[in-house]
């Protein structure tokens, strides 16, 4: 065996030197076998934490870590999007994510937790924060407990989702079903009401023909006629608040319906408040009622006035206007279009959120006791809802308040509001009259009046009483005065079934309220005269003279 020796210049100096030689050496062999697997488990931890960051920026949230004294140790950058607030806000200290939550809100998370600790550790929970901007947002809450060994809250790790958009919608949602709900109340009440208020008009308009002029007991009758008409205003309000009062639409133009009130509207407003009419000279016309239209603005233009007792500035504006997606979304019921705005705003007092949220409640009011009925606004909601319109409010306290008013644009020449009125004509007649009413106070009252201007009458309480009446009646029966909604048979369906006895019969139908109102508008889109109760014996005579006139 063959010995090689270094020179003693080769070898290290001391054993120190030999030792970090030796460990040297040891980490080059170290690195050289565990180099590569470090190298790919780096690799593999970057591409994890990238695949991360990937998904906490792209999910729809904002991921936290937080403990149980409502600190927090981790916020994704989307926090600020969300609150306004910069991250490190939270993670320093300056806030507590506790501190934006309206209070009302904040009340009973302890139990949340609880209840969490004691299931599967998941909480899932519902609330309101104030942003930076002083903004009112929804956010729900996702989060997952964790605890130590000694079963203590070690943190919490969750998300934040902003849900506002869904609850407004699922707001609108509840104010349409709660609305609906009232207004089927509404319009029941309105039925019976409206056929008790006829009858006492009828009665009390009988009673004062027969009194001489100078009679002291004019007077009494002249005020209870009076006060049934208001009574028969407060019944189409709520008709009209529940959808359920029978509209006749016309195409118009609402610049000719807001230039024939300005008069009136002037003297409403007193002297004290400026009018201020704005009306695009190219706007499309409308379909919709005129008369229901007129009460809208008036109700828009009473509540503008009360909220300006020290004086202001009322303005109307209309306008044509496109609603796109985007709008449609932040509004449940609008379909996007083309529509015509009408826009009443004042310079008052102004709303905040918690009253914006009950104005279109029905007898839902802020003026003094016996100021008003709190019925204007759910009014005006009704009307516009029946007429496929939408109402929307902006407004603040000190900063006044604006509604705009949405109705579909029809591609149709408007007829004249106001046209040149007809000569009067006697309203006498000889001819034959059956009038079929369920109602038998009604009945007795309408036909009484009929037989006072010199006709024939015919009564039936039904339709298949009135086709017995017209096999039995020998002559001819000239017009028929017919309710709408009767038990067994409905008026349209009597009509189809009086044919028979006369090619010439004409008819008058007249009704308060109707369940089924698709049925009566498809009769008045053909022309068929129509009376709205509660009606008066004058207005009663004068459209049965119009009608026999007819050729």
């Known amino acids: 065996m063959r010995l090689s020796l270094k020179k003693r210049s080769d070898l290290p100096e001391n054993w120190d030197s030999l030792r970090e030689k030796i460990i040297g050496l040891g980490e080059r062999s170290l690195r050289k076998s565990y180099y590569p697997e470090l190298q790919q488990q780096l690799e593999a931890l970057r591409a994890s934490e990238e695949k991360y960051r990937f998904l906490v920026s792209n999910i729809p949230a904002v991921v936290f870590k937080g403990y149980a004294d409502d600190t927090v140790d981790f916020f994704d950058d989307k926090i600020e999007a969300l609150t306004g607030y910069a991250k490190e806000d939270f993670l320093y200290r300056r806030l507590k994510w506790t501190d934006i939550i309206l209070e009302e809100d904040s009340k009973g998370f302890r ?84 056929n008790l208020l006829t009858g006492i008009l009828g009665y009390g308009e009988l009673m004062l023909w027969e009194l001489p002029e100078g009679d002291p007991h004019r007077g009494y009758l002249e005020e209870i006629i009076r006060t049934t008409e208001r009574a028969s205003a407060l019944t189409r309000q709520l008709l009209a608040f529940g959808r359920k009062q029978i509209i006749q639409p016309r195409v118009i133009n609402l610049n000719e319906l807001i230039s024939g009130m300005e008069k009136m509207l002037r003297r409403l407003l007193g002297e004290d408040l400026d009018l201020i009419i704005l009306l695009d000279p190219a706007l499309a016309a409308v379909k919709a009622d005129p008369s229901q239209m007129d009460q809208v603005i008036m109700n828009l233009a009473v509540n503008a006035r009360d909220a300006m007792p020290r004086g202001g500035i009322l303005t109307i504006e209309t306008e044509n206007v496109f609603l796109d997606e985007a709008y449609s979304r932040n509004h449940l019921e609008v379909v996007p279009g083309p529509y015509v ?210 050729p």
């Open 341 to 550: 705005m009408l826009a009443v705003g004042d310079t008052g007092i102004g709303m905040d959120a918690a009253t914006q949220a009950h104005i279109f409640e029905p007898f839902f009011t802020t003026k003094e006791p016996g100021k008003g009925t709190g019925l204007g606004l759910s009014t005006v909601h009704g009307i516009l809802k029946q007429s496929g319109g939408h109402i929307w409010v902006y407004s603040e306290p000190g900063r006044g308040t604006t509604f705009k008013i949405y109705l579909p644009r029809v591609d149709e020449a408007a007829m004249p509001l106001y046209p040149v009125a007809a000569p009067a004509a006697s309203l006498q007649g000889t001819e034959t009259i059956l009038v079929v009413e369920d109602d038998e106070q009604l009945c007795n009252v309408i036909c009484q009046t009929l037989r006072s201007y010199g006709y024939t009458v015919l009564e039936a309480r039904h339709g298949y009483e009135a086709i017995l009446v017209c096999g039995r009646h020998q002559g001819p029966i000239h017009l028929v005065l017919t309710d709408v909604v009767m038990p067994g048979m409905s008026g349209g369906e009597l009509m189809e079934r009086l044919s028979p006895f006369g090619r010439k019969m004409k008819v008058i139908f007249m009704s308060g309220y109707t369940e089924d109102t698709a049925a009566l508008q498809s009769l008045l889109a053909v022309g068929a005269p129509f009376l709205e109760k509660p009606f008066k014996m004058i207005t009663l005579a004068q459209k049965v003279r119009q009608v026999l006139d007819l």
């Open 111 to 194: 139990i949340v937790l609880i209840d969490a600790l004691k299931s599967d550790k998941s909480y899932v929970r519902d609330y309101r924060v104030k942003t930076k901007d002083q903004r009112i947002i929804w956010i729900q809450e996702r989060g997952r407990i964790f605890c130590d060994q000694e079963d203590r809250i070690s943190h919490i790790d969750g998300v934040f989702f902003d849900i506002t958009e869904r609850k407004t919608l699922e707001a609108q949602l509840v104010q349409a079903q709660k609305m609906e709900a009232v207004g089927r109340l509404a319009g029941g009440l309105a039925h019976d009401f409206n």
